[in-house]
Antibody, heavy 121, light 108 residues
Framework: QVQLVESGGGVVQPGGSLRLSCAASGLTFSSNGMHWVRQAPGKGLEWVAFIHYDGISKYYADSVKGRFTISRDNSKDTLFLQLHSLRTDDTAVYYC??????????????WGQGTMVTVSS | EIVLTQSPGTLSLSPGERATLSCRASQSVSRSSLAWYQQKPGQAPRLLIYGASSRATDIPDRFSVSGSGTDFTLTISRLEPEDFAVYYCQHYGSSQYSFGQGTKLEIK
């Protein structure tokens, strides 16, 4: 079955950097757009970034634009999120999610289990 | 950017009762552009309903959606114990994605 497994989370100081990975299996990764979504402790869901199947088009939430970079390696079925200039309010569980879309709709149909990023001094 | 506001923040009901969860958009959107997710403690969200009224894989037919314009409703016709969770609505438009803040459905 389709599986997404995130890794790379941890504790980092404010201003620091981190790279998250999401390994995909059970799907044709190179044919699917992919997202990162985060959830601060006890809070709701916040979309972070999206990358098209070919890695060319990328979209970001305003809260992370210029600090985070989404990328992918289709030869390794892996999605990445590079986090720079981290702030305490970036503390969250980061999920990768597969995009599914149709006429008039665009959703997150498969989710990983998440990886925790804690920004603290 | 479309802002989604969900109400109530918490809904306390008993198994067997009917649940009605609201999602209000800051401007008119098509029902097909809204989706709903369920999240249980310690788990990732799960897609429930998308594309106006399509249920995701293995989602029972006690889950349904209605509404138009700016006001939308997720209805759970008869609550089962496994339905108590947090529910989020989500919108896509103009290369941006947004979520409501969630409604917690708890056992009364």
């Amino acid at each position: 079955q389709v599986q997404l497994v995130e890794s790379g989370g941890g504790v980092v100081q404010p201003g620091g950097s981190l790279r998250l990975s999401c390994a995909a299996s059970g799907l044709t990764f190179s044919s699917n757009g992919m997202h990162w979504v985060r959830q601060a402790p006890g809070k709701g869901l916040e979309w972070v970034a999206f990358i098209h199947y070919d890695g060319i088009s990328k979209y970001y939430a305003d809260s992370v634009k210029g600090r985070f970079t989404i990328s992918r390696d289709n030869s390794k079925d892996t999605l990445f999120l590079q986090l720079h200039s981290l702030r305490t309010d970036d503390t969250a569980v980061y999920y990768c999610a597969k995009r599914e879309s149709g006429y008039g709709w665009d959703v997150f149909d498969i989710w990983g289990q998440g990886t925790m990023v804690t920004v603290s001094s | 950017e479309i802002v989604l506001t969900q109400s109530p923040g918490t809904l306390s009901l008993s198994p067997g009762e009917r649940a009605t969860l609201s999602c209000r958009a800051s401007q008119s959107v098509s029902r097909s552009s809204l989706a709903w997710y369920q999240q249980k403690p310690g788990q990732a969200p799960r897609l429930l309903i998308y594309g106006a009224s399509s249920r995701a894989t293995d989602i029972p037919d006690r889950f349904s959606v209605s509404g138009s314009g700016t006001d939308f409703t997720l209805t759970i016709s008869r609550l089962e114990p496994e339905d108590f969770a947090v529910y989020y609505c989500q919108h896509y438009g103009s290369s941006q994605y947004s979520f409501g803040q969630g409604t917690k459905l708890e056992i009364k």
